[in-house]
Structures are given as structure tokens and as C-alpha cells.
């Protein structure tokens, strides 16, 4: 049904539906539930906390032995849980400064795994939200780029929230934007293209703006209680 949703959205603004990955948000669901869903054919399952992600892995390992399966990281990530995130997430969307890519790089390159992530922006200047501010995100990009464990993907954001979509567009219009500076400007790789926004309440213009993979929690698994 979402995966209708997200068909209709793509075919309305004119883009291919390989163009959008659904990350489902499985944080606070069961894992029998999250191993459900996975039966009916999710793919990449979005966690905000390593700890509560580490014990879900723990506990499908059967499930995820039959489907190929990716976990991203969209929640905050303090510096002391780094290691065990480069250990269990095949992406992390919430890089918010220069001195965690830093640090994830440097864990990755032991590990010998080349990380994907995405740097996180706060357009809304929220002072309650992660992310990095829009001023600084390309110089930000630049740096990043330049670290060879990590593999900038783009960018990802999560906007104010506020009920109606249609108000929410001029963020999603903003970061579609920042995207195309950075790629313009030459300071980012080739990799770099991907616009990690869009929740339940909103994918759909998230994805008329330009989205290439909405975090979608509640219109999948309903709300948590
Ligand atoms: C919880 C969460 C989502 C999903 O939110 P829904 O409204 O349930 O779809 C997406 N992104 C982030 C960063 C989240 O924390």
C-alpha cells in the first residue's frame, strides 16, 4: 500500500520508482512484527537508537539469513556508540558534524568497510533537532568527501513539524537545492545525490520535491505507543 503510494507520487512528478527507497521505521515495533514485515518484503529498516537496534538484529538473525536486508542508523549517534554503529548499520543518516564522520571513518577503515552516510541539515534551525545548519553544510560536504572510509550519499533532513504538507515543501525544496549547489560547485563526489527525506505524514510531496528515500514509520506499522 505505501509502496502504491510512493508508485503514484513518482509517476505524478514524472520520476521512476527505482529512484525512491522505502526505509520502513521499525523503532519501538516488536521484532516479531519488524520480522513480518520483513517476510512481506522490506528491505531496509530504519532504527534511532543502536542499543534497541543491536537487540532486533540479535533477535532476526533467522530471518535475515533468508532476505537480504540493510539497517540504517536515523537517530542521533553519540560518539561512544560509534564503533558498535559502524558494526551494525549498513547506512547511517544523522551525521551532524565533521568531528563524528571523523570518528566513524577512522572505525571504518579498521574494520575495512567503507561506510554510507548521509549529512544531516537542520533547515528549520530548531535548536531541539540535530543536524547541521544550512550555512555550513556545503564546506561541510567538502570535508567529508575527502574522507576515503566514508562514502557521502547526500543529504537528509527532518523538517518542523507541522500537519500540513504543503507547508512543509519549501523544505524539501531547500535541501533538493543544497544537493544541487554542492554537485555544481564540484566539491562532492559522484556519490553524492541522494535526498534522504520525506515521513509518514508528507512522503509523498517529500518525493514530488525530489526525495530518493523517504523514512516512513507510522503509515506502515501504525502509531507507537
Ligand atoms: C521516527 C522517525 C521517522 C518516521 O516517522 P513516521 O512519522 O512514523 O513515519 C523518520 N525519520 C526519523 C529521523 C525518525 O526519527
Known amino acids: 500500500m505505501i509502496k502504491d503510494r510512493i508508485a503514484s507520487s513518482c509517476r505524478r512528478s514524472g520520476r521512476s520508482v527505482s529512484e525512491v527507497t522505502l526505509v520502513g521505521v ?9 520480522g513480518q514485515a520483513i517476510e512481506a518484503g522490506l528491505t531496509v529498516l530504519g532504527e534511532n537508537r543502536v542499543q534497541e537496534a543491536a537487540d532486533k538484529i540479535a533477535h532476526l538473525r533467522q530471518v535475515t539469513a533468508q532476505h537480504d536486508v540493510e539497517w540504517h542508523l536515523i537517530g542521533q549517534l553519540q560518539s561512544n556508540k560509534a564503533r558498535r554503529a ?15 564522520a571523523e570518528r566513524l ?19 528549520g534551525a ?16 567538502e570535508k567529508i568527501c575527502r574522507l576515503p572510509n566514508l562514502v557521502l550519499k547526500g543529504l537528509m533532513t527532518v523538517p518542523p513539524f507541522l500537519d500540513d504538507p504543503q507547508e512543509i515543501r519549501p523544505f524539501f525544496k531547500k535541501l533538493r537545492e543544497l544537493r544541487d ?11 553524492f545525490k541522494e535526498l534522504s527525506m520525506g515521513m509518514s505524514n508528507d512522503f509523498e510531496t517529500a518525493i514530488e520535491e525530489g526525495s530518493t528515500c523517504v523514512r516512513v514509520g507510522t503509515a506502515i506499522f501504525g502509531s507507537r505507543s
Open 86 to 100: 559502524v558494526e551494525l548499520f549498513d547506512a547511517i543518516h544523522s551525521l551532524d558534524s565533521l568531528k563524528l
Open 126 to 141: 530548531e535548536t531541539s533537532k540535530a543536524g547541521v545548519t544550512e550555512t555550513e553544510a556545503l564546506h561541510l560536504c
Open 26 to 34: 521499525t523503532k519501538t515495533i516488536p521484532y516479531s512484527i519488524v
Open 105 to 123: 571513518d577512522g572505525i571504518a577503515a579498521e574494520s575495512g568497510k567503507r561506510l554510507p552516510v548521509f549529512l544531516e541539515v537542520n533547515l
Open 181 to 191: 549547489q554542492a554537485i555544481r560547485a564540484g566539491i562532492v563526489d559522484s556519490t
